[in-house]
Protein backbone atom coordinates (compact mmCIF):
# COMPACT_ATOMS: atom_id res chain seq x y z
CA UNK A 1 0.00 0.00 0.00
CA UNK A 2 0.87 4.12 -0.34
CA UNK A 3 -0.09 6.29 2.30
CA UNK A 4 -0.08 10.43 1.39
CA UNK A 5 0.00 12.47 4.46
CA UNK A 6 -0.51 15.93 4.37
CA UNK A 7 0.83 18.87 6.39
CA UNK A 8 1.35 22.55 7.05
CA UNK A 9 -2.58 23.52 6.86
CA UNK A 10 -4.12 26.19 9.33
CA UNK A 11 -5.80 29.61 9.55
CA UNK A 12 -4.15 32.52 8.12
CA UNK A 13 -4.98 36.18 6.98
CA UNK A 14 -5.90 37.41 3.33
CA UNK A 15 -2.69 38.34 1.94
CA UNK A 16 -1.13 35.54 3.78
CA UNK A 17 1.30 32.71 3.15
CA UNK A 18 1.10 28.77 3.55
CA UNK A 19 2.92 26.18 2.88
CA UNK A 20 1.61 22.31 2.59
CA UNK A 21 3.76 19.42 2.22
CA UNK A 22 2.84 15.89 1.11
CA UNK A 23 4.69 13.00 1.51
CA UNK A 24 4.27 9.49 0.34
CA UNK A 25 5.32 6.09 2.02
CA UNK A 26 4.90 2.46 2.18
CA UNK A 27 5.92 0.00 -0.77
CA UNK A 28 6.89 2.43 -3.55
CA UNK A 29 8.47 1.56 -6.64
CA UNK A 30 7.96 4.68 -8.79
CA UNK A 31 5.43 7.66 -8.53
CA UNK A 32 4.15 9.76 -12.12
CA UNK A 33 2.74 12.84 -11.14
CA UNK A 34 1.86 14.44 -7.84
CA UNK A 35 -0.81 17.14 -7.30
CA UNK A 36 -2.85 19.20 -4.82
CA UNK A 37 -6.84 19.53 -5.06
CA UNK A 38 -9.07 21.53 -3.29
CA UNK A 39 -12.75 21.20 -1.89
CA UNK A 40 -14.76 24.00 -0.26
CA UNK A 41 -17.63 23.56 1.73
CA UNK A 42 -20.91 23.09 -0.54
CA UNK A 43 -18.36 22.29 -3.66
CA UNK A 44 -17.34 19.74 -5.67
CA UNK A 45 -13.29 19.08 -5.84
CA UNK A 46 -11.55 20.93 -8.23
CA UNK A 47 -7.77 20.89 -9.15
CA UNK A 48 -5.42 23.35 -8.20
CA UNK A 49 -1.98 22.12 -9.20
CA UNK A 50 -0.20 19.19 -10.91
CA UNK A 51 3.50 18.31 -11.71
CA UNK A 52 4.82 15.44 -13.83
CA UNK A 53 8.00 13.27 -12.05
CA UNK A 54 9.77 15.68 -14.86
CA UNK A 55 8.58 18.90 -13.38
CA UNK A 56 6.23 20.03 -15.33
CA UNK A 57 3.63 22.10 -14.09
CA UNK A 58 -0.26 22.84 -14.57
CA UNK A 59 -2.48 25.49 -12.65
CA UNK A 60 -5.73 26.19 -11.97
CA UNK A 61 -6.54 29.67 -13.13
CA UNK A 62 -7.90 30.69 -9.89
CA UNK A 63 -4.11 29.91 -8.56
CA UNK A 64 -2.01 31.07 -11.17
CA UNK A 65 1.10 33.59 -10.06
CA UNK A 66 0.30 32.75 -6.25
CA UNK A 67 0.64 28.97 -6.09
CA UNK A 68 3.70 26.95 -6.54
CA UNK A 69 3.84 23.17 -6.49
CA UNK A 70 7.30 21.65 -6.38
CA UNK A 71 8.64 18.33 -5.86
CA UNK A 72 11.89 16.20 -3.89
CA UNK A 73 11.42 12.84 -6.17
CA UNK A 74 14.18 11.64 -3.59
CA UNK A 75 11.86 12.49 -0.84
CA UNK A 76 9.08 11.32 -2.70
CA UNK A 77 7.51 14.48 -1.39
CA UNK A 78 5.40 17.22 -3.26
CA UNK A 79 4.82 20.52 -2.02
CA UNK A 80 2.27 23.57 -2.55
CA UNK A 81 3.68 27.13 -1.36
CA UNK A 82 0.49 29.65 -1.22
CA UNK A 83 1.15 32.95 -1.54
CA UNK A 84 -1.09 36.06 -1.41
CA UNK A 85 -4.48 33.89 -0.07
CA UNK A 86 -8.03 34.79 -0.29
CA UNK A 87 -10.88 33.93 1.15
CA UNK A 88 -12.19 32.01 -1.41
CA UNK A 89 -8.84 29.71 -0.81
CA UNK A 90 -10.63 28.27 2.32
CA UNK A 91 -10.74 24.66 1.34
CA UNK A 92 -9.91 21.09 2.39
CA UNK A 93 -6.79 20.14 0.42
CA UNK A 94 -5.46 16.91 -0.81
CA UNK A 95 -2.70 15.78 -2.00
CA UNK A 96 -2.74 13.27 -4.86
CA UNK A 97 -0.27 10.93 -7.00
CA UNK A 98 -0.15 7.80 -9.18
CA UNK A 99 1.93 5.62 -8.06
CA UNK A 100 3.05 1.70 -8.64
CA UNK A 101 4.74 -0.80 -6.34
CA UNK A 102 6.35 -2.88 -8.68
CA UNK A 103 7.39 -2.78 -12.31
CA UNK A 104 4.82 -5.17 -13.05
CA UNK A 105 2.10 -3.71 -11.63
CA UNK A 106 -0.18 -0.97 -12.82
CA UNK A 107 -0.15 2.52 -11.58
CA UNK A 108 -2.75 3.24 -8.90
CA UNK A 109 -4.40 6.58 -7.70
CA UNK A 110 -3.85 7.59 -4.31
CA UNK A 111 -5.05 10.59 -1.76
CA UNK A 112 -4.38 11.84 1.31
CA UNK A 113 -6.75 12.38 4.15
CA UNK A 114 -6.70 15.83 3.83
CA UNK A 115 -5.49 19.40 5.36
CA UNK A 116 -7.74 22.13 5.98
CA UNK A 117 -6.54 25.63 4.68
CA UNK A 118 -8.55 28.81 5.99
CA UNK A 119 -7.91 32.41 5.27
CA UNK A 120 -9.78 34.85 7.01
CA UNK A 121 -10.76 38.41 5.82
Known amino acids: QVQLVESGGGLVQAGGSLRLSCAASGNIFRIDAMGWYRQAPGKQRELVAT???????NYADSVKGRFTISRDNAKNTVYLQMNSLKPEDTAVYYCNCNAKQSVILPYREVWGQGALVTVSS
Open 51 to 57: ITSGGST
